[in-house]
């Protein structure tokens, strides 16, 4: 079917280590992917995104990497802080069309 | 610049009563949605409009309905709150998807306000 999912719904990670987030997706028509961060009490933040003509994109700290051979989507942060602990999601849209796909969320715990 | 901002934060409602939430982006976005997200899951899809004045079903549509009067405004109703609907809803807006900017295309994420949360007794 046409679903986002995440591998792992509980990621702990030490502090200053480096963090790295799966997702897995399933419909090969999409062609856009972002990464939302979401702070207990708010909102979904924008963290970065990647066209499906891209296989990596770096921000600050934070890097996507893009497999459409086997449909995985991974979000990669670099010297993980406290202020990292959130829950992660994935999203994809679909290349007719406006709307976003999300997968469940996976939730990072930095450790002192 | 504020963003979206939703109104109420907080509600709780009986079985059967009605309620209006309110979205507004300062953004100039021509695509507003809706969504709700339950525990342990992520978000849903419940309507979400590309214009003013156009509206349209996303994946939980079923229990509420949604106005789009003015391209700033995007209300999501209940007409008959069930527990069932018991959620926090969040609202996001967009520009549009495919942006041209001198031969480059680009795509424009969601902006999400900071939730409803909405209780159903």
């Known amino acids: 079917g046409e679903s986002v999912g995440l591998h792992l719904p509980t990621l702990s990670v030490q502090e200053g280590d480096n963090s790295i987030i799966n997702c897995a997706y399933s419909?090969?028509?999409?062609?856009?992917f972002i990464w939302y961060k979401q702070e207990s009490g708010k909102g979904p933040q924008f963290i970065i995104d990647?066209?499906?003509?891209?296989d990596k994109r770096q921000g600050q700290r934070v890097t996507v990497l893009l497999n459409k051979t086997v449909k995985h989507l991974s979000l990669q942060i670099a010297a993980t802080q406290p202020g990292d602990s959130a829950v992660y999601f994935c999203a994809e849209k679909k290349t007719a069309g406006n709307k976003l796909t999300f997968g469940g969320g996976t939730r990072v715990l930095v450790k002192p | 610049n504020a963003g979206v901002t939703q109104t109420p934060k907080f509600r709780v409602l009986k079985t059967g009563q009605s309620m209006t939430l309110l979205c507004a982006q300062d953004?100039?976005?021509?695509?507003m949605y809706w969504y709700r997200q339950d525990p342990g899951m992520g978000l849903r899809l419940i309507h979400y409009s590309v214009g003013e004045g156009t509206t349209a079903k996303g994946e939980v549509p079923d229990g509420y309905n949604v106005s789009r009067l003015k391209k700033q405004n995007f209300l999501l109703g209940l007409e008959s709150a069930a527990p069932s609907q018991t959620s926090v809803y969040f609202c996001?807006?967009?520009?549009?998807?495919?942006?041209?900017?001198?031969?480059?295309?680009?795509?424009?994420?969601?902006?999400f306000g900071d939730g409803t949360r909405l209780s159903i007794l």
């Open positions: 419909n090969s028509a999409s062609d856009y």
């Open positions: 990647i066209r499906s003509n891209m």
């Open positions: 996001a807006s967009s520009s549009n998807w495919v942006f041209r900017d001198r031969g480059r295309i680009s795509n424009q994420p969601q902006h």
């Open positions: 953004m100039n976005h021509e695509y």
